[in-house]
């Protein structure tokens, strides 16, 4: 059984920055980020492979955030510069039993808890 615990999230003003981490149990997977507002259906925002030589971005997040991994500490962040109010969600990290990443939900094969990030304008 793989555990994800993620930290970091928070409430900002918009153009802040945060940084978010999972600590995961168990061996590593490819990992990703996804996030779910009030209302709507959870999201992708970016995704890393098991070695950490492919990254995945949601077109909302390119340029913005930036996802990667120590695997020495089973631990995955991302780096959210530049934040906006539509970037308030609840964020979550999963795992997929592969080295691929994948910026689909149904991929993942655990879940986070999920840490709350709000951007204030």
């Known amino acids: 059984q793989v555990q994800l615990v993620e930290s970091g999230g928070g409430l900002v003003q918009a153009g802040g920055s945060l940084r978010l981490s999972c600590a995961a149990s168990?061996?590593?997977?490819?990992m990703g980020w996804f996030r779910q507002a009030p209302g709507k259906e959870r999201e992708f925002v970016a995704a890393?492979?098991?070695?950490?030589?492919?990254?995945n971005y949601a077109d909302s997040v390119k340029g913005r955030f930036t996802i990667s991994r120590d695997n020495a500490k089973n631990t995955v962040y991302l780096q959210m510069n530049t934040l906006k109010p539509e970037d308030t969600a609840v964020y979550y990290c999963a795992a997929r039993a592969g080295a691929d990443p994948s910026d689909y939900v149904r991929e993942y094969d655990y879940w986070g808890q999920g840490t709350q990030v709000t951007v204030s304008s």
């Open positions: 168990g061996r590593t997977f490819a």
């Open positions: 890393i492979s098991l070695y950490g030589g492919r990254r």
